[in-house]
C-alpha cells in the first residue's frame, strides 16, 4: 500500500502569514493528490484534487503543487476561518491513504 | 444539494455487530462510486471501505476485511455495512463519502455517526 506522511505534524500561524504544508507519498502517485480541511466536530471538506485543482467555492488563498511523490499545500494568507487540520490523500489506487495530518494553530 | 445523513451508530460489546447507513439525495445516488471512512477519537482519518455505483465492486482496508461488509440500495438511494466481529480499534466517527467521476476523491461527505465498541 502506498504511505502518505504529512509534515509538519502541527503548524503556529498568525492570521496572514503564508503557510506551507508537505505531503510525500511513498510511491509515486503523478499528480492523483487531494487536500481536505477538517474543523473540531465537523467532518473533512474537499479544498484540492489532482494536486492543484482548487475546489468549487474553496477561497484562491489555497492552493497545491506537486507531481510525482512529494506535493505542498499553500495557504497565502491565513485568516482565521483557516485554524483547523488540514489532511492529504493519494487517490491513484482504491486504497485511498490519508496522510496523518496537519493541525494549523493560532500562534 | 448534495446530502449525506449517516445513522446507526451506537454502543456495542466487543464481538458484535452492527449495521451503518447513509440516506443520500441531492445527485443521481447510482452513478457514483460510495465509501465509508472512518476516525478514531482524536486520531486521523482511513479510509474503510467503498462500492461502485451498480453495487458490482467493493474494496476493504486490510483492518477490516472479512469483518465489514459494504451495500447499497440503490432504489432507495441508501448505502451500508454491516459490520461484524467488533473490536474496541473499530471505535470512531464513520463517514460516508460520495466519490467523484473517475477518480478516488472523496468529494462530500456526511457528518458521522459514533461507534462505541466497549464492554
Known amino acids: 500500500d502506498i504511505q502518505m506522511t504529512q509534515s509538519p505534524s502541527t503548524l503556529s500561524a498568525s492570521v496572514g502569514d503564508r503557510v506551507t504544508i508537505t505531503c510525500r507519498a511513498s510511491q509515486s502517485i503523478s499528480n492523483s493528490l487531494a487536500w481536505y480541511q477538517q474543523k473540531p466536530g465537523k467532518a473533512p471538506k474537499l479544498l484540492i484534487y489532482k494536486a492543484s485543482s482548487l475546489e468549487s467555492g474553496v477561497p484562491s488563498r489555497f492552493s497545491g503543487s506537486g507531481s510525482g511523490t512529494e506535493f505542498t499545500l499553500t495557504i497565502s494568507s491565513l485568516q482565521p476561518d483557516d485554524f483547523a487540520t488540514y489532511y492529504c490523500q493519494q487517490h491513484s489506487t482504491s486504497s485511498r491513504t490519508f496522510g496523518q495530518g496537519t493541525k494549523v494553530e493560532i500562534k | 444539494e448534495v446530502r449525506l445523513l449517516e445513522s446507526g451508530g451506537g454502543l456495542v460489546q466487543p464481538g458484535g455487530s452492527l449495521r451503518l447507513s447513509c440516506a443520500a439525495s441531492g445527485f443521481n445516488f447510482n452513478s457514483y462510486t460510495m465509501s465509508w471512512v472512518r476516525q478514531a477519537p482524536g486520531k486521523g482519518l482511513e479510509w474503510v471501505s467503498a462500492?461502485?455505483?451498480?453495487?458490482?465492486?467493493?474494496n476493504y482496508a486490510d483492518s477490516v476485511k472479512g469483518r465489514f461488509t459494504i451495500s447499497r440500495d440503490n432504489s432507495k438511494n441508501t448505502l451500508y455495512v454491516q459490520m461484524d466481529s467488533l473490536r474496541a480499534e473499530d471505535t470512531a466517527v464513520y463517514y460516508c463519502a460520495k466519490g467523484v467521476s473517475g477518480a478516488y476523491v472523496l468529494h462530500y461527505w456526511g457528518q458521522g455517526t459514533l461507534v462505541t465498541v466497549s464492554s
Open positions: 462500492i461502485s455505483g451498480s453495487g458490482g465492486s467493493t
